[in-house]
């Protein structure tokens, strides 16, 4: 049976932290029981909100990095430097405490198992992250999916063993491109250009939804490569992040 996420005014809840699981050194998933929650769609995301004991706020938003299956979601959070939320998230947190959020958010940068054509994902460091709930929605669906994934290095893979999972469907293809270290084997080194954009996603003949998610200079160099290619703008979904205290 379909299932459709439920809209909703939107209002903070409380969840709570059922597990942690490292990623990186830097990155780890946050699983949350959330009692109320209405569903969602991959792609959307949270606000997520800590109070200090003096009542001062501070909010952040994190894309959902899990397909709807129930009221637990998954959030995968890199942590930034000197950041307000993200330091927390990361290194303090642990299962059983309570954690403030607010969503779904979002409605554009969305992927639905009943969409039609190819689907191309490319991201860039935690941009991954929208990009892993599309590829776990997508086991419901046989539409050919490729991700085109770049990271520094072998280290800042984020999900290693689930891609590789995911990887082994038939109709899923999985990319890495490293900018600053490759692993043992592997020759190039550098950052997406247009003969990666040619060797490993989809032409533009294949109208793929393409679906780019990562900082903002990697966003635009991306979408100005495929449309410099050929693809189709308005196939062309994007999600940015940039500086924002963290």
């Known amino acids: 049976m379909e299932r459709t996420a439920v809209r909703r005014r939107l209002s903070w809840q409380v969840a709570t932290v059922v597990d942690v699981r490292r990623e990186t050194a830097t990155a780890r998933t946050i699983v949350l029981d959330v009692p109320d929650w209405p569903g969602h769609l991959a792609g959307q995301h949270v606000d997520v909100r800590l109070t200090a004991p003096d009542g001062y706020r501070a909010s952040r938003s994190y894309s959902i990095a899990s397909a709807w299956t129930s009221t637990t979601i ?5 942590s930034v430097p000197d950041g307000e939320v993200s330091p927390y998230l990361v290194d303090v947190l642990k299962p059983g405490d309570p954690l403030e959020l607010r969503g779904p958010v ?21 941009g991954v992250v929208p990009l892993r709930a599309m590829l776990q929605a997508h086991t419901s669906s046989t539409t050919p999916v490729r991700l085109l994934y770049s990271v520094r290095r072998p280290t800042s893979v984020i999900y290693v063993d689930d891609l590789k999972e995911l990887a082994a469907a038939d109709d899923v293809h999985i990319s890495l491109v490293y900018t600053r270290e490759a692993p043992a084997g592997e020759t190039r080194v550098g950052r997406i250009d247009a003969d990666v954009i040619d060797r490993l996603t989809f032409t533009p003949a294949d109208e793929p939804t393409t679906y780019v998610c990562g900082p903002t200079p990697f966003v635009e160099t991306v979408a100005d490569l495929l449309v410099a290619a050929g693809h189709d703008p308005a196939r062309i979904r994007t999600e940015r992040f940039g500086p924002t205290g963290g």
């Open 106 to 126: 979002g409605g554009w940068f969305v992927w639905k198992p009943e969409q039609e054509g190819p689907v191309q994902l490319i991201g860039g460091g935690s």
């Open 74 to 78: 998954e959030l995968t959070v890199e």
